[in-house]
Antibody, heavy 123, light 111 residues
Framework: QITLKESGPTLVKPTQTLTLTCTFS??????????VAWLRQPPGKALEWLAL???????RFSPSLRSRLTITKDTSKNRVVLTMTNMDPVDTATYYC???????????????WGQGTLVTVSS | QSVLTQPPSVSGAPGQRVTISCTGS?????????VHWYQQLPGTAPKLLIY???NRPSGVPDRFSGSKSGTSASLAITGLQAGDEADYYC???????????FGGGTKLTVL
């Protein structure tokens, strides 16, 4: 059974850097084709894909946020870490990590998802 | 605005059938990239409902079905139940943006 769980601060100040950790079980990030994605959802709004890291360390980022994002993996601890710099109140959202697999043609789907963690950006 | 367009809301009575549309363009659904659907029950994380346009993951009832044609896709739900009240999102890949993209979501109300 695949499970994922996000952890990190619930409150960050504007201009600070957010660091979120996704701890997972039930799969390995050393398995060919496997990846972990980060997505977010502002309160009452739609889902947005942020970043993805594959088993081979291939990393993809949302073009609109690329300059602010870093994603890394620790396969020995089954963890993926997302950092987002220069946080702003508009970044207030529930942040999710999700399992994914590379698909020929690029149309990955995401699932299962973690429960999500609400991050509020406020001074 | 979202790259994929969904109606903000749909509704139906218990037992009825509803459909939710997802309209894209030649750089995503029409490219043609596959479409996936997610169900988000109130206060919970999204759950994969349909993958690759029409396939159901294990455990998803066959009351849920998906289809795709041209630059659009649809999710159909038959035999509506109160427990189907949720937000539904479509998702695909956009080659112009080099990004996985979502629709704006559709809130389903069971009357």
């Amino acid at each position: 059974q695949i499970t994922l769980k996000e952890s990190g601060p619930t409150l960050v100040k504007p201009t600070q850097t957010l660091t979120l950790t996704c701890t997972f079980s039930g799969f390995s990030l050393t398995t060919s084709g496997v990846g972990v994605a980060w997505l977010r959802q502002p309160p009452g709004k739609a889902l947005e894909w942020l970043a993805l890291i594959y088993w081979d360390d291939d990393r993809r980022f949302s073009p609109s946020l690329r300059s602010r994002l870093t994603i890394t993996k620790d396969t020995s601890k089954n963890r993926v870490v997302l950092t987002m710099t220069n946080m702003d109140p508009v970044d207030t959202a529930t942040y999710y990590c999700a399992h994914t697999r590379s698909v020929l043609g690029g149309t990955n789907w995401f699932g299962p998802w973690g429960q999500g963690t609400l991050v509020t950006v406020s001074s | 605005q979202s790259v994929l367009t969904q109606p903000p809301s749909v509704s139906g009575a218990p037992g009825q059938r509803v459909t939710i549309s997802c309209t894209g363009s030649s750089s995503n659904i029409g490219a043609p990239y596959d479409v996936h659907w997610y169900q988000q029950l109130p206060g919970t994380a999204p759950k994969l409902l349909i993958y690759d346009n029409r396939n159901r993951p294990s455990g998803v009832p066959d009351r849920f079905s998906g289809s795709k044609s041209g630059t659009s896709a649809s999710l159909a739900i038959t035999g509506l139940q109160a427990g189907d009240e949720a937000d539904y999102y479509c998702q695909s890949y956009d080659s112009s943006l080099s990004s996985w993209v979502f629709g704006g979501g559709t809130k389903l109300t069971v009357l």
